[in-house]
């Protein structure tokens, strides 16, 4: 792969990635509305301890929603602000290949199909980014008991 096709392929991975964040912020925002909704109508029907309980459980709702919300709005902020230019070791930005696979380290997201195949999107803290953190190109690490190499980091 060329240092120009990474380079594409990047740009590619980062906008993909951009439009699943602002769909789950989106999602998100609009889940805390609903649970926020819910909650207001128990109070207008409900007496007594189901009113409690109905609350509550909105309440809960949002907040898991809220958490959610937060999260994927960090993501966006750490996927915008991402360095992708080329680096001698893997790092954040990053593109690896393996033999087996191709990965680009940024932001937890799974897996993309791209116009170079299939790129596993991942964060530097999962267990393989731990493990190729650092690396140069034909460094080695073990994961799930096979041993892979570094082709290429774009």
Request: aromatic residues 4%; charged residues 20%; contains cysteine.
């Amino acid at each position: 792969m060329l240092a120009s096709e990474a380079s594409a392929l990047k740009q590619q991975l980062i906008d993909t990635a951009i439009l699943a964040l602002n769909e789950r912020i989106r999602h998100a925002e609009n889940a805390m509305k609903d649970a926020q909704e819910s909650a207001n109508q128990e109070e207008k029907s409900s007496a007594g301890d189901k009113y409690e309980t109905g609350r509550a459980m909105g309440q809960l709702q949002r907040d898991m929603n809220a958490k959610q919300l937060l999260l994927a709005k960090k993501e966006l902020t750490f996927l915008q602000q991402l360095n992708t230019s080329p680096k001698e070791n893997v790092g954040s930005g990053s593109l690896i290949k393996t033999a087996t696979a191709c990965y680009f380290i940024s932001i937890g997201l799974g897996t993309i199909d791209s116009n170079q195949g299939k790129v596993h999107l991942i964060s530097i803290e999962s267990p393989i980014g731990k493990l190729m953190n650092g690396l140069k190109i034909n460094g080695q690490f073990q994961f799930l008991g096979q041993s892979h190499q570094i082709e290429f980091i774009g």
